[in-house]
């Protein structure tokens, strides 16, 4: 404790320096700008030429000028050593300090090993994900099995993909017929289609002209696709001389393999009932897409609709900082929260994680965790309506302001808001 005093008192010192040179550098300028004042009066009661008297102002503020401006620079020196000693006497860096609760038991371990797998295998880093799995003995977790055993699949299907392999495809296709045909999916048709180009491109004409007959077979039994196998024939007549310079040539270019890819791992995904994009990967995406998301709409408003007060959410978590809110209103009131707006999954993932990080309390530390606004009640649904259309970013009524005495609390039950409310490609919220 005695530690913590001398410490304490070394940056009292400092500010009491850096304070006391503040003053002193103020009040010289205010002794100094009457006496300039007096003396330019003089000047210009004395004199009649102009030149004259422009020489004279110059020469009367020119040093002073430079004098404020050395004084300044050590007023710098003065500030900037407070911040030097706080950071030589005290430890910053609690951000590097792990929280125990959160691997305290092997269960938690487990579902956190599985996340990473689960994203490792969606990425196609199969010998990672395998190095992983086997350092963690994740294989005797049977519900990890079923989809390890899928998504090994399904990126042998897309490796194939990649190296213009389509029968590895086709046959998954085949063998997930009546599931596809449900959902009324065209993958088999696409995967076909893009075979039919590759067998035109090898000039294998009479394989061509069999598969064409089959595709027209697929547009009389489905009754879709007319137009591309119109197309296809009109290839079909073009690449006896060259497709490449055929209104066909479309057919040829790269990126048709990288939709066709995109396509068959949206459609397998969802014949399983698994997420496209891995838990990991959803709350890594919505967490930068938020990082840099500016306010200053939200403040401009805030005038527009007589908002009482208001703080960023930050390393305090939501009810910390609405507790600090709260200590400083001019009369008694409380917040009471009802609402708890939470990336999507991640309640999910806090719960089986023990909440370790207090993340449904209120106490998880964030970082650009936005705007905690207190409006009037007839305001704020107003409010909300606007941030959305100015920034395209959805705002929360999340509580209510009571009498009561200068804190806040998260009910019971709160309602959890996941954000976004669905997947939506290329959009936050």
């Avoid at 994740?138 to 699949?153: G, Q, R, V």
């Avoid at 399904?154 to 997930?176: D, S």
């Avoid at 035109?200 to 009754?223: S, V």
Wanted: net charge negative.
């Amino acid at each position: 404790m005695s530690t913590t005093n001398n410490i304490l008192n070394l940056v009292e010192k400092d500010v009491d320096k850096a304070i006391e040179s503040v003053q002193e550098y103020y009040n010289t300028i205010e002794t100094n700008i009457d006496n300039v004042i007096e003396q330019i009066q003089i000047i210009l009661s004395n004199s009649i030429d102009d030149k004259l008297i422009q020489n004279s102002i110059q020469n009367l503020i020119k040093p002073l000028a430079k004098q404020y401006s050395d004084k300044h620079k050590e007023l710098h020196g003065s500030i900037s050593k407070i911040g030097k000693t706080i950071d030589k006497c005290f430890q910053s860096d609690f951000g590097n300090v792990p929280i125990i609760e959160l691997f305290d038991t092997k269960e938690k371990l487990k579902l956190i090993y599985m996340i990473i797998c689960e994203d490792l295998y969606r990425q196609g880093r199969m010998s990672i994900a395998e190095k992983l799995i086997e350092e963690t003995k994740l294989n005797d977790n049977e519900l990890f099995n079923i989809e390890k055993n899928f998504l090994e699949e399904i990126n042998m299907i897309l490796e194939n993909l990649r190296e213009k392999n389509l029968l590895p495809a086709i046959n998954w296709c085949l063998k997930h017929k009546n599931e596809l045909n449900k959902t009324g999916s065209l993958l088999e048709f696409h995967l076909h289609k893009m075979r039919f180009i590759q067998l035109l491109q090898m000039e294998n004409f009479d394989e061509a002209k069999n598969y064409l007959t089959n595709l027209r077979q697929y547009l009389i039994y489905n009754g879709q696709c007319e137009q591309d196998v119109n197309h296809l024939m009109g290839a079909f007549v073009f690449a006896r001389r060259d497709l490449s310079q055929s209104p066909y040539k479309y057919l040829l270019e790269p990126h048709l393999w990288l939709q066709l890819s995109e396509l068959f791992m949206q459609q397998a995904f969802q014949q399983i009932g698994l997420a496209q994009d891995s838990p990991l990967y959803v709350v890594m995406k919505i967490g930068f897409q938020s990082l840099p998301a500016l306010m200053s709409e939200g403040a401009s408003l805030m005038h527009k609709y007589n908002a009482h007060a208001c703080t960023d959410v930050t390393g305090f978590g939501l009810l910390g900082h609405a507790q600090n809110l709260a200590k400083h209103q001019k009369h008694d009131v409380s917040f009471v929260i009802h609402n708890l707006p939470i990336i999507a999954k991640m309640a999910t993932i806090s719960k089986a994680c023990g909440n370790a990080f207090g993340l449904l309390q209120g106490t998880s530390a964030e970082t650009s965790g936005g705007l905690l606004v207190v409006l009037p009640r007839e305001q704020a649904a107003a409010y909300c309506k606007d941030i959305q259309a100015q920034e395209g970013y959805q705002a929360w009524i999340i509580g209510v302001v009571e009498k009561g005495g200068r804190t806040a609390k998260i009910i019971d039950k709160p309602r959890i808001i996941e954000v976004p409310a669905k997947d939506t490609e290329g959009e936050l919220w």
